[in-house]
Every structure is written in C-alpha cells, then in structure tokens.
C-alpha cells in the first residue's frame, strides 16, 4: 500500500470521504452516504472503489450501512462487475445464504484462522472477496490481512527455491474426521465428484470409508496486473504441523498417517520441512496488518495480493463473505 494517501474529498454525495492509514491499519474510506442507499452509493462511486482497490490491494469502507445479507450481495456484485462464485470444493464449514453469501469460516472462537488466500490449494480461486461485519466481536476476532508480495519477498531464497521447483501436493481424506466429501463438493453423487475432479486436475479414489484426493499445485503465482510474484498457496495451513502437538498425534494414531483429513507435500511426494512451513508462519505473524471491526465495515480485498485470517474472539462475532471474479492456473 502506498505511504502517502491523498485526503481530499474524492467521492460525490457524502460529506466526508477521507482515506487514512494509520500505522497498521488497511487503507480506510471514511464516508457518509447522506441517505443514500449503500447499492446507490457505490454505484455513483464504483469507479473511485474500484481503483482504491486496483492501486492498493485491499479497501476498508467505513460509514455504509448494509442491512442484510441480499443488500450485501448485491453491492459485492456492482463493486466486483461480477457475479458472486459458489464456494464449492470447501476446506471449512459455513452457512450458506441466497446469492451465493457465506458466514466465515465457522471454527470455534478459541481458534485462530492462519493466513491464507482463499481457494489458493485449488487450481481455481476468486480474483476478489469481500467482508462485511454485521456483529463486532466483544473482544479481538479481527481479520488480520498481509501481502502476498512481501511474504515472497522475505522468504529465504532456499524455501522459495524448494516450492517453486517442486511445487505443492495437497491430500485430503473425507472421512468421519472433519469435512465429509458430501460437503466439500455440495453434492450426494459420486459421479458429480468425479465429473469435478476430472475437469480440475485432481486426482480421486474412493475408500471404503470415504474419499481421497491429490492435487500438485504452484506454490506462487504472478498477479497479471501487477506481474509481482506472490506466495499463493496454503501448505502451511493444510500441513499436519499446522495441528496442535497432542491434535496431530491423537489423529495421528486413530487414523494413520497416509488417512490424516489433510496434509501436502512437495509436488513429488517428498515430506516438506517443518522448519521450513514454520519459518513461513512466522513470517506471515510479521506481516499481519489488524484492525478492529466496527459495525457495517466492508473490507474488500485482491485475493492474490492480500491473505485473511481470523483471530480468537469473545463475544458474537457475525461476519459474512462473497467471492468473485474466477481466475485460476494456466500452467
């Protein structure tokens, strides 16, 4: 994000539109609609919201006043120019509401959600995502982001070396522990499953208590506008490492090693160092921009060139999600 941010009134219809980043916080739009319709309003000024976005990545709107889950939706779709994406082939368990709106990942609040850019284990992720905070949490659960670039950037050469020769093979195992496949893949026939998975490059095979896939995917990936190199990928968050101690080794020891319900690997097969998905969390924990959520803010990000995660929280804590704009792997 740029270190000088012009304050001057850009958008019509509010009397106040001011942009700040203050310390660690994301670029923040300040506005108010002065009556306006949230949808109304970013339709007058979805040229300045999308060029916000273009030139810093990631956009915190402060000030709109969004009602429900549809009016997010559809405000999602105006700012994006596109349709929001359905979220299948899941990694974490939501509720889904109409127009193609998620909640958030809903693990329980004494989790933390590590970085990652959404869909990035697939060959297939939205371009944009966007937040929107119906219920600030009591205490903490912010939505920490970083920059995808900067994580690359201070990695040292021989990670990025290792993943980017190699690459990443993400297994899963749909068994009784965690997702079912029936969920991942939003449907209860097979031949759909398979249809998916051929037309996505992941290799399947049916267990006699489940399912398992592979697939090998990049581990970094170049932002077509920007042509940065990005760290896009999630293996340190599929890794078994990624478990508390006593988690992994209980699973460990109930289902096996080669059963676990999600692990990577190099593309080859080979096992990656620890030290070396350890030195990339701690990196990611460096680079965490935090903010606190206010009630209606609206955070909206380039999924390439920013991560999300979720804090521990106390308190309710409602945040909803939509996707857009399919990009994908040409390799």
Same mark, same amino acid.
């Given at each position: 994000?740029?270190?000088?941010?012009?304050?001057?009134?850009?958008?019509?219809?509010?009397?106040?539109?001011?942009?700040?980043?203050?310390?660690?916080?994301?670029?923040?739009?300040?506005?108010?609609?002065?009556?306006?319709?949230?949808?109304?309003?970013?339709?007058?000024?979805?040229?300045?919201?999308?060029?916000?976005?273009?030139?810093?990545?990631?956009?915190?709107?402060?000030?709109?006043?969004?009602?429900?889950?549809?009016?997010?939706?559809?405000?999602?779709?105006?700012?994006?120019?596109?349709?929001?994406?359905?979220?299948?082939?899941?990694?974490?368990?939501?509720?889904?509401?109409?127009?193609?709106?998620?909640?958030?990942?809903?693990?329980?609040?004494?989790?933390?959600?590590?970085?990652?850019?959404?869909?990035?284990?697939?060959?297939?992720?939205?371009?944009?995502?966007?937040?929107?905070?119906?219920?600030?949490?009591?205490? #903490?659960? =912010? *939505?920490?982001?970083?920059?995808? %670039?900067?994580?690359? @950037?201070? &990695?040292?050469?021989?990670?990025? +070396?290792?993943?980017?020769?190699?690459?990443?093979?993400?297994?899963?195992?749909?068994?009784?522990?965690?997702?079912?496949?029936?969920?991942?893949?939003?449907?209860?026939?097979?031949? #759909?499953? =398979? *249809?998916?998975?051929?037309?996505? %490059?992941?290799?399947? @095979?049916? &267990?006699?208590?489940?399912?398992? +896939?592979?697939?090998?995917?990049?581990?970094?990936?170049?932002?077509?506008?920007?042509?940065?190199?990005?760290?896009?990928?999630?293996?340190?968050?599929?890794?078994?490492?990624?478990?508390?101690? =006593?988690?992994?080794?209980?699973?460990?020891?109930?289902?096996?090693?080669?059963?676990?319900?999600?692990?990577?690997?190099?593309?080859?097969?080979?096992?990656?160092?620890?030290?070396?998905?350890?030195?990339?969390?701690?990196?990611?924990?460096?680079?965490?921009?935090?903010?606190?959520?206010?009630?209606?803010?609206?955070?909206?990000?380039?999924?390439?060139?920013?991560?999300?995660?979720?804090?521990?929280?106390?308190?309710?804590?409602?945040?909803?999600?939509?996707?857009?704009?399919?990009?994908?792997?040409?390799?």
């Amino acid at each position: 994000m740029p270190s000088e941010i012009m304050t001057d009134n850009l958008l019509e219809n509010t009397q106040v539109a001011d942009l700040e980043k203050a310390g660690d916080l994301p670029l923040i739009l300040n506005v108010e609609p002065n009556g306006m319709r949230s949808l109304a309003f970013v339709k007058k000024n979805k040229a300045t919201i999308q060029r916000l976005i273009d030139e810093n990545g990631a956009l915190l709107i402060r000030g709109l006043k969004i009602h429900s889950s549809k009016e997010f939706g559809n405000v999602l779709t105006e700012i994006f120019d596109s349709p929001l994406l359905k979220y299948t082939y899941r990694s974490t368990p939501r509720t889904e509401f109409r127009g193609n709106v998620y909640t958030a990942t809903e693990y329980p609040d004494n989790q933390v959600i590590p970085q990652h850019n959404e869909n990035a284990y697939s060959n297939s992720w939205p371009d944009r995502i966007g937040f929107l905070c119906f219920i600030p949490p009591v205490v #903490d659960g =912010e *939505t920490p982001i970083s920059c995808s %670039k900067t994580l690359y @950037e201070k &990695l040292p050469q021989e990670i990025k +070396t290792a993943f980017e020769e190699k690459h990443i093979m993400y297994v899963r195992n749909y068994i009784d522990v965690d997702l079912p496949w029936t969920e991942v893949f939003q449907t209860e026939d097979r031949s #759909d499953v =398979e *249809t998916y998975c051929q037309n996505n %490059k992941i290799e399947f @095979e049916w &267990l006699d208590n489940g399912l398992r +896939t592979r697939q090998i995917n990049p581990a970094v990936a170049v932002h077509k506008k920007t042509n940065d190199k990005l760290w896009f990928n999630q293996a340190h968050l599929f890794h078994v490492s990624n478990l508390e101690e =006593e988690v992994a080794n209980t699973l460990i020891s109930t289902v096996g090693i080669d059963n676990l319900p999600r692990n990577t690997f190099y593309g080859d097969g080979s096992a990656i160092p620890d030290a070396y998905l350890q030195t990339i969390r701690d990196i990611y924990e460096e680079t965490k921009i935090k903010f606190k959520w206010h009630k209606s803010d609206l955070l909206l990000l380039d999924n390439m060139r920013f991560t999300h995660g979720r804090e521990t929280f106390e308190g309710d804590r409602k945040i909803i999600v939509g996707m857009a704009c399919p990009n994908g792997h040409t390799q």
